[in-house]
């Protein structure tokens, strides 16, 4: 059974930092792209970073680049998201996500808080 379980969300003040994780179980994790996604409320949900299976390979939605950096690592079976540099627009719930034989994986999402 696929499970996603995300962590490290918080409250931070603008400019601050921090440190996702998404732990991950029943698949074959190392062979898989990951991805981060983020819904803040009344909007729609966004992709903000994925990262290729061997982890060669990023790309960021165009508000985030320079201030996040998505990694993995596949010993552990975990994706991270670092985001410096927070701003307010960046308050939302983040997921991590992959896609495996045709059917979209989310986790429970952890929730980010950008205030002074």
């Known amino acids: 059974q696929v499970q996603l379980v995300e962590s490290g969300g918080g409250l931070v003040q603008p400019g601050g930092s921090l440190r996702l994780s998404c732990a991950t179980s029943g698949f074959t994790f190392s062979i898989y792209p990951m991805n981060w996604y983020r819904q803040a409320p009344g909007k729609e949900r966004e992709l903000v970073a994925t990262?290729?299976?061997?982890?060669?390979?990023?790309n960021y939605v165009d508000s985030v680049k320079g201030r996040f950096t998505i990694s993995r690592d596949n010993a552990e079976n975990t994706v991270y998201l670092q985001m410096n540099s927070l701003k307010p627009e960046d308050t939302a719930m983040y997921y991590c996500?992959?896609?495996?034989?045709?059917?979209?994986?989310w986790g429970q999402g952890t929730q980010v808080t950008v205030a002074a």
């Open positions: 996500s992959t896609v495996r034989l045709g059917r979209l994986y």
């Open positions: 990262i290729t299976s061997a982890g060669d390979g990023t």
